[in-house]
C-alpha cells in the first residue's frame, strides 16, 4: 500500500517535471511534444539556444556532455531573460527550475547565441 502511494506521487511529480518542460518548449515556438522523445528532445533544445547540431554528437561523449550541458543550461537561461544563477538551478535542480521556467512569467527572447 505504501508502495502504491509513493509511486503515484512520483509519477505526479515525473507529469509536473514533463508539463513544465513540454510548456518551457512551447514558449520557444516549438512543439511541445518533442520534449518527450529522446535524442529529438536534445536537438530541438540546440535549436532553442541557437546551437549547431553537430553539438549533439558531443552530447553523446563522456565528460564532454557534461560541459556541453553546462553551456545548454547557460544558454537557455540568457534565452528565457535569466541568469547564470537561474541555469544553475536548471543543471543542480532542473525538477524544480524547467516548471518555473515553464509555467512562469519569463518569456523567449530568441536564440542566446546568433551563429
Not at 20 to 35: H, I, L, M, T, Y
Amino acid at each position: 500500500m505504501i508502495a502504491a502511494v509513493l509511486f503515484l506521487c512520483y509519477l505526479a511529480v515525473l507529469v509536473f517535471i514533463l508539463a513544465g518542460f513540454w510548456r518551457v518548449f512551447v514558449k520557444a515556438g516549438q512543439p511541445g511534444w518533442a520534449c518527450l522523445i529522446p535524442i529529438y528532445n536534445c536537438y530541438i533544445l540546440l535549436k532553442i539556444v541557437g546551437r549547431p547540431v553537430w553539438w549533439l554528437l558531443l552530447l553523446l561523449i563522456p565528460l564532454v556532455n557534461l560541459v556541453i550541458a553546462i553551456l545548454l543550461a547557460l544558454d537557455l537561461a540568457k534565452s528565457f531573460g535569466k541568469g547564470t544563477g537561474f541555469a544553475i538551478g536548471l543543471l543542480l535542480l532542473g525538477f524544480i527550475f524547467y516548471p518555473i521556467l515553464g509555467f512562469g512569467s519569463a518569456t523567449y527572447q530568441g536564440p542566446a547565441v546568433k551563429l
